[in-house]
Protein backbone atom coordinates (compact mmCIF):
# COMPACT_ATOMS: atom_id res chain seq x y z
CA UNK A 1 0.00 0.00 0.00
CA UNK A 2 1.77 3.09 -1.23
CA UNK A 3 -0.32 5.21 1.12
CA UNK A 4 -2.09 7.50 -2.16
CA UNK A 5 -5.92 6.86 -2.20
CA UNK A 6 -7.72 6.96 -5.63
CA UNK A 7 -11.75 7.37 -6.16
CA UNK A 8 -13.42 5.66 -7.45
CA UNK A 9 -11.23 2.73 -8.89
CA UNK A 10 -13.51 2.44 -12.03
CA UNK A 11 -15.92 4.83 -13.59
CA UNK A 12 -18.24 3.84 -16.54
CA UNK A 13 -20.15 6.57 -18.71
CA UNK A 14 -21.05 8.50 -21.89
CA UNK A 15 -19.21 10.62 -24.14
CA UNK A 16 -20.11 13.85 -23.54
CA UNK A 17 -20.64 13.81 -19.68
CA UNK A 18 -18.33 15.27 -17.19
CA UNK A 19 -16.45 13.32 -14.32
CA UNK A 20 -13.87 13.76 -11.38
CA UNK A 21 -11.81 11.78 -10.17
CA UNK A 22 -10.23 12.11 -6.31
CA UNK A 23 -6.81 11.54 -5.32
CA UNK A 24 -5.37 11.63 -1.23
CA UNK A 25 -1.81 11.87 -0.99
CA UNK A 26 0.26 10.36 1.78
CA UNK A 27 -0.06 11.66 5.04
CA UNK A 28 2.38 14.72 4.83
CA UNK A 29 3.07 14.88 1.15
CA UNK A 30 2.53 18.32 -0.61
CA UNK A 31 2.70 17.27 -3.89
CA UNK A 32 0.13 15.74 -6.38
CA UNK A 33 1.11 14.18 -9.91
CA UNK A 34 -1.80 13.26 -12.24
CA UNK A 35 -0.77 10.48 -15.12
CA UNK A 36 -2.92 9.36 -17.61
CA UNK A 37 -1.99 5.83 -19.07
CA UNK A 38 -3.38 4.16 -22.28
CA UNK A 39 -2.77 1.91 -24.79
CA UNK A 40 -2.08 3.94 -27.47
CA UNK A 41 -0.32 6.55 -25.74
CA UNK A 42 1.62 4.81 -22.51
CA UNK A 43 1.79 6.57 -19.49
CA UNK A 44 2.08 10.81 -19.98
CA UNK A 45 2.08 13.38 -17.50
CA UNK A 46 -0.81 15.05 -16.90
CA UNK A 47 -0.62 18.43 -14.27
CA UNK A 48 1.48 18.68 -10.64
CA UNK A 49 0.30 20.52 -7.60
CA UNK A 50 2.25 21.40 -5.03
CA UNK A 51 0.48 22.97 -2.12
CA UNK A 52 -2.51 23.87 -3.65
CA UNK A 53 -0.79 25.80 -6.08
CA UNK A 54 -0.25 24.42 -10.17
CA UNK A 55 3.33 23.02 -10.40
CA UNK A 56 3.95 21.86 -13.81
CA UNK A 57 1.73 21.17 -16.52
CA UNK A 58 2.38 18.17 -19.16
CA UNK A 59 0.07 16.93 -22.04
CA UNK A 60 -3.43 18.05 -20.24
CA UNK A 61 -6.08 18.69 -22.70
CA UNK A 62 -8.20 21.82 -22.09
CA UNK A 63 -10.93 19.84 -21.61
CA UNK A 64 -9.52 19.00 -18.13
CA UNK A 65 -8.88 20.68 -15.34
CA UNK A 66 -7.81 20.02 -11.81
CA UNK A 67 -7.15 21.61 -8.22
CA UNK A 68 -5.55 20.64 -5.16
CA UNK A 69 -7.36 22.08 -2.26
CA UNK A 70 -6.34 23.29 1.33
CA UNK A 71 -6.11 19.73 3.18
CA UNK A 72 -4.10 18.58 -0.09
CA UNK A 73 -6.23 15.91 -1.97
CA UNK A 74 -6.74 16.57 -5.52
CA UNK A 75 -9.19 16.14 -8.17
CA UNK A 76 -9.18 16.11 -11.73
CA UNK A 77 -12.20 17.17 -13.70
CA UNK A 78 -12.81 15.42 -17.02
CA UNK A 79 -15.72 17.34 -19.43
CA UNK A 80 -16.81 16.69 -22.34
CA UNK A 81 -16.07 13.35 -22.46
CA UNK A 82 -14.37 11.27 -26.05
CA UNK A 83 -14.18 7.41 -26.09
CA UNK A 84 -10.33 8.16 -26.26
CA UNK A 85 -10.23 9.01 -22.61
CA UNK A 86 -10.77 6.09 -21.87
CA UNK A 87 -7.95 5.24 -19.86
CA UNK A 88 -6.09 4.25 -16.36
CA UNK A 89 -6.02 7.48 -14.45
CA UNK A 90 -2.84 7.65 -11.88
CA UNK A 91 -2.45 10.04 -9.13
CA UNK A 92 1.02 9.97 -7.16
CA UNK A 93 2.30 12.03 -4.34
CA UNK A 94 5.47 12.94 -3.40
CA UNK A 95 7.05 15.25 -0.20
CA UNK A 96 8.97 17.58 -2.54
CA UNK A 97 8.22 20.42 -5.45
CA UNK A 98 9.86 18.71 -8.32
CA UNK A 99 9.55 15.35 -9.62
CA UNK A 100 10.87 13.79 -6.72
CA UNK A 101 12.78 10.27 -6.59
CA UNK A 102 9.90 9.52 -3.91
CA UNK A 103 6.59 9.75 -6.04
CA UNK A 104 4.42 7.35 -4.76
CA UNK A 105 1.66 6.22 -7.06
CA UNK A 106 -2.48 5.21 -6.21
CA UNK A 107 -4.10 2.38 -7.69
CA UNK A 108 -5.16 4.34 -10.35
CA UNK A 109 -8.93 5.26 -11.53
CA UNK A 110 -9.85 2.94 -14.59
CA UNK A 111 -12.47 5.43 -16.86
CA UNK A 112 -14.21 3.50 -19.64
CA UNK A 113 -16.40 5.91 -21.59
CA UNK A 114 -18.66 4.04 -23.72
CA UNK B 1 9.77 14.96 -30.17
CA UNK B 2 11.46 13.10 -26.96
CA UNK B 3 11.11 9.81 -26.38
CA UNK B 4 11.59 7.03 -24.36
CA UNK B 5 12.05 3.98 -25.78
CA UNK B 6 12.24 0.45 -24.12
CA UNK B 7 11.49 -3.23 -26.27
CA UNK B 8 7.69 -4.59 -24.92
CA UNK B 9 8.38 -7.95 -24.42
CA UNK B 10 10.99 -9.97 -21.79
CA UNK B 11 11.06 -13.32 -21.11
CA UNK B 12 13.17 -15.28 -18.56
CA UNK B 13 13.55 -18.21 -16.49
CA UNK B 14 13.27 -18.52 -13.05
CA UNK B 15 16.29 -17.91 -11.31
CA UNK B 16 18.27 -16.28 -14.37
CA UNK B 17 19.58 -12.95 -14.55
CA UNK B 18 16.82 -10.51 -16.56
CA UNK B 19 18.25 -7.11 -18.26
CA UNK B 20 15.82 -4.45 -19.20
CA UNK B 21 17.20 -1.67 -21.65
CA UNK B 22 15.96 1.93 -22.57
CA UNK B 23 17.05 4.48 -23.89
CA UNK B 24 16.31 8.56 -23.67
CA UNK B 25 16.67 11.45 -25.73
CA UNK B 26 16.82 14.20 -23.67
CA UNK B 27 20.31 14.63 -21.98
CA UNK B 28 19.28 17.27 -19.99
CA UNK B 29 17.59 14.86 -17.90
CA UNK B 30 18.74 14.42 -14.42
CA UNK B 31 17.18 12.09 -12.96
CA UNK B 32 16.23 8.30 -15.01
CA UNK B 33 13.50 5.94 -13.00
CA UNK B 34 13.10 2.06 -13.01
CA UNK B 35 8.96 1.70 -12.02
CA UNK B 36 7.34 -1.80 -11.55
CA UNK B 37 3.65 -2.02 -12.39
CA UNK B 38 2.08 -5.42 -11.27
CA UNK B 39 -1.58 -6.53 -12.69
CA UNK B 40 -3.79 -3.83 -11.36
CA UNK B 41 -1.75 -1.87 -9.35
CA UNK B 42 -0.26 1.48 -9.70
CA UNK B 43 3.50 2.36 -10.52
CA UNK B 44 5.83 1.46 -7.57
CA UNK B 45 9.37 3.13 -7.90
CA UNK B 46 11.96 0.22 -7.93
CA UNK B 47 15.35 2.45 -7.96
CA UNK B 48 16.71 5.70 -9.59
CA UNK B 49 19.91 7.08 -10.71
CA UNK B 50 21.02 10.52 -10.93
CA UNK B 51 22.67 11.31 -14.14
CA UNK B 52 26.24 11.83 -12.84
CA UNK B 53 26.34 8.24 -11.47
CA UNK B 54 27.23 4.93 -14.29
CA UNK B 55 26.19 2.69 -12.06
CA UNK B 56 24.01 1.81 -8.68
CA UNK B 57 23.06 -1.26 -7.11
CA UNK B 58 20.50 -2.33 -5.00
CA UNK B 59 19.72 -5.51 -3.70
CA UNK B 60 19.09 -7.91 -6.42
CA UNK B 61 18.66 -4.70 -8.96
CA UNK B 62 21.58 -2.93 -10.71
CA UNK B 63 21.06 0.36 -12.98
CA UNK B 64 23.30 0.61 -15.80
CA UNK B 65 23.41 4.30 -17.44
CA UNK B 66 25.21 4.94 -20.59
CA UNK B 67 24.96 8.55 -20.93
CA UNK B 68 26.67 9.55 -23.79
CA UNK B 69 24.50 6.49 -25.26
CA UNK B 70 21.51 7.54 -23.62
CA UNK B 71 20.95 4.46 -22.22
CA UNK B 72 19.67 2.63 -19.14
CA UNK B 73 19.58 -0.69 -17.91
CA UNK B 74 18.15 -2.85 -15.00
CA UNK B 75 19.62 -5.80 -14.37
CA UNK B 76 17.31 -8.05 -12.08
CA UNK B 77 19.41 -11.05 -10.61
CA UNK B 78 18.06 -14.40 -9.94
CA UNK B 79 14.69 -13.56 -11.33
CA UNK B 80 11.74 -14.75 -9.73
CA UNK B 81 7.90 -15.48 -10.48
CA UNK B 82 7.15 -12.30 -8.36
CA UNK B 83 9.03 -10.27 -10.30
CA UNK B 84 6.90 -11.23 -13.76
CA UNK B 85 5.84 -7.62 -14.03
CA UNK B 86 5.68 -4.50 -16.31
CA UNK B 87 8.49 -2.20 -16.01
CA UNK B 88 9.27 1.02 -17.11
CA UNK B 89 11.84 4.02 -17.43
CA UNK B 90 11.24 7.38 -17.57
CA UNK B 91 13.17 10.57 -17.33
CA UNK B 92 13.02 13.79 -15.76
CA UNK B 93 14.24 16.50 -17.97
CA UNK B 94 13.63 19.29 -15.31
CA UNK B 95 12.51 18.05 -12.42
CA UNK B 96 8.83 18.50 -12.83
CA UNK B 97 7.18 16.14 -15.19
CA UNK B 98 8.00 12.83 -16.13
CA UNK B 99 8.55 11.03 -19.36
CA UNK B 100 8.09 7.42 -19.11
CA UNK B 101 8.50 4.38 -21.78
CA UNK B 102 6.10 2.37 -22.60
CA UNK B 103 6.87 -0.30 -20.56
CA UNK B 104 8.45 -3.91 -21.18
CA UNK B 105 6.54 -6.64 -19.84
CA UNK B 106 9.17 -9.30 -17.93
CA UNK B 107 7.29 -12.95 -17.94
CA UNK B 108 9.01 -15.16 -15.62
CA UNK B 109 8.75 -18.94 -16.20
CA UNK B 110 9.43 -21.61 -13.48
Known amino acids: DSGVTQTPKHLITATGQRVTLRCSPRSGDLSVYWYQQSLDQGLQFLIQ???????AKGNILERFSAQQFPDLHSELNLSSLELGDSALYFC?????????????FGQGTRLTVV | GEDVEQSLFLSVREGDSSVINCTYT??????LYWYKQEPGAGLQLLTY?????DMKQDQRLTVLLNKKDKHLSLRIADTQTGDSAIYFC??????????FGAGTRLTVKP
Open chain 2, 26 to 31: DSSSTY
Open chain 1, 92 to 104: ASSDAQGANTEAF
Open chain 2, 49 to 53: IFSNM
Open chain 2, 90 to 99: AESPNNNDMR
Open chain 1, 49 to 55: YYNGEER
